[in-house]
């Protein structure tokens, strides 16, 4: 909106000409997204409270987590408005890209939002069933595969791997459900990681982090050719949305670090995991979101992994599913589990960040 706004008027002002970039508005829409979150926060825990909007605690989990029952949630709200008004105020708005993540974040979001009010105000431990989730999440990934499938320029569809500057696969229609895959699997692992405070909220800023350079490099030219990485026209602009989540995020975690004054919810997990799938798939880094969001893979193959071998063979690999609640219950101190957590997840996106010369 500010892009339309002020930049038109740099014929005039000179200094309005800063709007052009992408990088200050990335800065731009970070400032916004941290300092709305902090501002907001204190309010948003306070209303929560006097609704009575309480997270419930699983009997079966970690005994010190039974003390977190009554601790505000739906959080996940917070951040998406953060991120909304921040990547409104600070993008261009006439790029498809913007509207494409913006349409899979807020679409995603109603899923989760649901979820949360069957479970805080319905009092239904179990919330929206696991086959409802999935299918609307795939209708959601759908539209977006459709999107790209009907892309003129082929490439679209082309599967590149990071390691590997020649070797690619041109999937065709295979691409759509392939992106309903990417996007639907992010959505689900980031939630499975939600459990502990902080505990996903760190790796998702790490990966928003990572995806706007990724971002930004896709849509420079020179410096995509420099690299031998696709040039994708207009994908530069997602790196003012990854800023807006990145920051919106950190002012979040202000308040969710442990211990933890308000939970995020599914109405925020679900959407955040989808959004970072989507701009995946847009900046043709598929592939790589499986090392950049390690944590969140990590995390959805335990519990993968915890329900074959007890179907197969009536024995648990871990103590808890998931992995972080086994080592809760190995006597880890949750502080030390999140921290080593987000730890790896750093390591994770600087593995990543080197592929860009190794290929």
């Excluded at 895959?181 to 502990?196: E, F, P, Q, R």
């Excluded at 990724?214 to 530069?236: C, D, F, R």
Aim: aromatic residues 14%; proline residues 4%.
């Amino acid at each position: 909106m500010l892009y339309w706004l002020l930049y038109p008027l740099h014929k005039y002002f000179s200094f309005l000409n800063v709007f052009k970039y992408i990088t200050f508005r990335t800065f731009g829409a970070a400032i916004t997204g941290i300092v709305l979150s902090m501002l907001a926060g204190s309010w948003f825990i306070q209303m929560m409270r006097k609704k009575q909007m309480g997270q419930t605690i699983r009997e079966d989990g970690p005994q010190s987590h039974l003390s977190k029952k009554g601790t505000p949630t739906m959080g996940g709200g917070l951040v998406l408005f953060c991120i909304g008004v921040s990547t409104l105020l600070w993008a261009d708005l006439s790029n498809r890209f913007i509207w494409i993540v913006l349409f899979v974040t807020f679409s995603t979001a109603i899923i989760g939002w649901f979820d949360d009010y069957k479970k805080v105000v319905q009092k239904n431990p179990k919330g929206l069933s696991g086959k409802k989730k999935i299918f609307w999440q795939s209708l959601i990934a759908l539209c977006v595969g459709l999107a790209v499938y009907v892309d003129l320029d082929a490439s679209s569809t082309l599967l590149r791997f990071p390691f590997f500057k020649e070797f690619s696969l041109q999937l065709g229609w295979v691409y759509i459900p392939f992106t309903m895959l990417v996007i639907v699997g992010a959505s689900n692992a980031v939630n499975l990681t939600d459990g502990l405070d902080g505990l996903a909220i760190g790796p998702i800023i790490i990966t928003s982090v990572t995806y706007a350079l990724l971002a930004y490099l896709a849509g420079h030219s020179k410096i995509a050719e420099y690299l031998q990485i696709p040039h994708i026209p207009g994908s530069g602009e997602l790196a003012v949305f990854c800023g807006a989540i990145a920051a919106a995020g950190l002012g979040f975690l202000w308040y969710n670090a442990y211990p933890a004054q308000v939970f995020m919810g599914d109405i925020g997990s679900l959407p955040l995991g989808a959004a970072i799938g989507a701009v995946a798939i847009l900046t043709k880094n598929e592939i790589l979101l499986v090392l950049i969001g390690g944590i969140f893979v990590v995390e959805a193959l335990s519990v993968i992994a915890q329900v074959i071998s007890f179907k197969t063979t009536g024995k648990r690999v871990l103590k808890m599913a998931p992995l972080h609640h086994h080592f809760e219950l190995k006597g880890w101190a949750e502080p030390k589990v999140i921290v080593r957590f987000w730890i790896i997840s750093i390591l994770f996106a600087i593995m990543a960040l080197s592929t860009l010369k190794l290929r």
